[in-house]
């Protein structure tokens, strides 16, 4: 009896993971293993002995009221299980114990006492949590990366797929999980590739393909890895892979590759692209092969008159009026800037003529705002393959630049014309205060004893000396009242901007420095450059003059008008300081026709 007793406290104490402890009536130790020791000490800090009773050495726990209530239901010869969970006390470590609670029957039917077996299942729930953890992981990952795996039986023909991989595909678990229901949901154009790709003739598979969604019939990009696995006698057995969505990122790859070879503003091919497919053009077949340039007149005069969305628009225009005039097999690109050029295959010199001609009379017809779109074009022709392509293209250039010494000039005096009738069509007042100023110009040419060309040029700057608030806001113009610090800011450029049109016509170079100037002062601190006494032109010093004596003598944004006297008072005044001394004599005397009065 006493070898079968040290023989079961042998197997007890040789468990690693059973505690086993036995308890009288009473609910005091009789026995337990070292496990058990262990455990109550870590978990309820109690240093247990024989005789002492398990409800003391649970002490103040919470499991102690849930522990006597169960001992109570096995005292009663009824048998116990549960699935406990413990904190460690030292370092807050969870056990987790599979505890069962037996009676214990002496001969005569009595129960004696309670065996208590727990099994501490600990490592298995922590693996438990790291599978579900992981599985976790595995999904989400699945469904950020749009991706799904699958694995395909190749004895039953059968498949099966994630959850993941079925919203990608649209289907559900009563979709036929066959071979033929896999080509199924392939595009038709792309079924050849994806039936090669089950043969069984490779080991790994990478490669993109569209499919069909069961759910919607939405065509969708995806990416399919697979790897075959083969039993011992090396025949595959199955394939286990993954299938991504990544129409997102063909999308975006089609978007760059666009971007790349596209220019951003007109939509049409750009220099790259157009560099590579006069590479691939220059080659016998394509001869005749002409190159066509094309060149926008003013783009910068309408870009400082009207603002750069203004020329933008333009060069959009002209891009379609190029795009109407081109064949199927022709290449229409904008090189940068306001150039363009039209690469046509198969086209002599009389056919390239009549596309010009074509170009022409389209951009004729063709308006932005009030203003003409003009284009110069030169063209050269490419015969035979011993000529070089790039001389071919520099001759091109070359014709064009000549063409555009002739048209520019005359689009930059219609251009011109079109921004002074706008900003007439923006401010009423502007059109009669030019009007006068120009007017008062000339009498003081005349005064003067100017010659006539001077005189005219005189009268046309004082015409023209506001010609840069087109490019002001229209609010700004017509403000009642002072204006903040801002828009005095803001108005102050109208010279600046004034010469950068006019100084794009050469016959205007005078003017336009002129027009800068008409805001100098005779003392140094006017603007944009802060001229003194004689460095301000005289043109703008005399247009300083007309110009402030008209507002002043005319109703204006700034409040009622001066008589003639009281204008030409603060003219005197100012002699010296704002204005140059001499003038205002001359324009009081001779101009005017009166004298100064204080």
Not at 436 to 458: T, Y
Request: proline fraction near 3%; hydrophobic fraction near 35%; glycine fraction near 6%.
């Amino acid at each position: 009896m006493e070898y079968k007793n040290t023989l079961i406290r042998a197997i007890f104490e040789s468990s690693p993971d059973v505690l086993v402890c036995s308890l009288d009536r009473g609910y005091h130790y009789l026995y337990y293993n070292s496990k058990h020791k262990d455990m109550m000490l870590k978990i309820f800090g109690a240093n247990i002995r024989v005789g002492m009773s398990i409800i003391d050495a649970f002490d103040d726990h919470s499991y102690s009221t849930r522990a006597q209530s169960k001992f109570e239901r096995v005292i009663a010869g009824e048998g116990i299980s549960e699935l406990a969970e413990f904190e460690q006390k030292d370092d807050g470590q969870i056990h987790y114990m599979q505890i069962y609670g037996s009676p214990v029957i002496i001969s005569n039917g009595e129960v004696a006492g309670i065996a208590i077996f727990a099994i501490n299942i600990s490592e298995l729930k922590r693996t438990e949590k790291l599978l579900r953890d992981s599985e976790y992981f595995l999904l989400e990952s699945q469904r950020v990366s749009h991706s799904g795996s699958y694995a395909i039986n190749y004895r039953t023909g059968l498949w099966q797929s994630s959850q993941t991989l079925n919203k990608i595909l649209g289907i559900d678990e009563s979709y036929p999980h066959t071979l033929e229901g896999f080509i199924a949901l392939v595009h038709p154009d792309w079924k050849e590739r994806v039936d090669e790709y089950f043969q069984l003739d490779k080991k790994c598979y990478d490669f993109e393909y569209q499919i069909v969604r069961h759910e919607n019939g939405e065509v969708r990009w995806v990416r399919g890895l697979g790897e075959l696995e083969f039993n011992v006698e090396g025949e595959p057995v199955r394939m286990v892979g993954t299938i991504q969505d990544v129409t997102a990122h063909k999308k975006n790859e089609e978007k760059i590759l666009f971007l790349s070879y596209h220019d951003q503003l007109t939509g049409l091919y750009n220099r790259r692209f157009y560099e590579e497919e006069l590479k691939r053009l220059d080659v016998n077949r394509n001869y005749p092969l002409t190159v066509m340039m094309a060149d926008v007149n003013g783009l910068k005069l309408v870009n400082d008159s009207f603002g750069h969305e203004f020329g933008d628009e333009l060069l959009r225009k002209v891009g379609k009026v190029l795009q109407k005039a081109c064949r199927k097999d022709d290449i229409l690109a904008r090189l940068g800037g306001d150039e363009f050029v039209l690469l046509l295959p198969k086209t002599d010199i009389m056919t390239a003529d009549q596309i010009l001609k074509r170009i022409k009379k389209a951009a004729l017809q063709e308006k932005i705002g009030s203003l003409e779109i003009s284009i110069s074009i030169g063209f050269e022709t490419k015969q035979y393959p011993f000529q070089s392509i790039e001389e071919v293209f520099n001759k091109a250039e070359d014709n064009m630049y000549k063409m555009k010494l002739f048209e520019s000039p005359s689009m930059r005096g219609k251009a011109i014309q079109t921004i002074v009738k706008t900003l007439y069509e923006k401010n009423k007042y502007e059109e009669y205060h030019s009007l006068r100023v120009s007017q008062l110009c000339q009498g003081m040419g005349i005064a003067l004893k100017l010659p006539d060309r001077e005189i005219l040029e005189l009268k046309n700057a004082g015409l023209m000396h506001d010609i840069g608030k087109i490019a002001i806001d229209e609010k700004i113009l017509n403000k009642h009242g002072l204006l903040s610090e801002k828009e005095l800011k803001e108005i102050k450029r109208h010279p600046e901007i004034g010469y950068r049109i006019l100084s794009t016509v050469n016959d205007l170079a005078d003017t336009a420095n002129d027009v800068l100037a008409h805001h100098e002062r005779w003392d140094g601190l006017g603007y944009p450059k802060g001229l003194k006494g004689e460095q301000i032109p005289l043109h703008a010093r005399i247009i300083a003059i007309a110009d402030v004596y008209d507002q002043m003598t005319n109703e204006h944004c700034c409040g009622s008008p001066y008589t003639p006297e009281r204008a030409l008072a603060v003219l005197s005044k100012n002699a010296g300081t704002l204005f140059d001394s001499d003038l205002v004599q001359i324009f009081i005397d001779k101009v005017v026709g009166m004298s100064s009065t204080d």
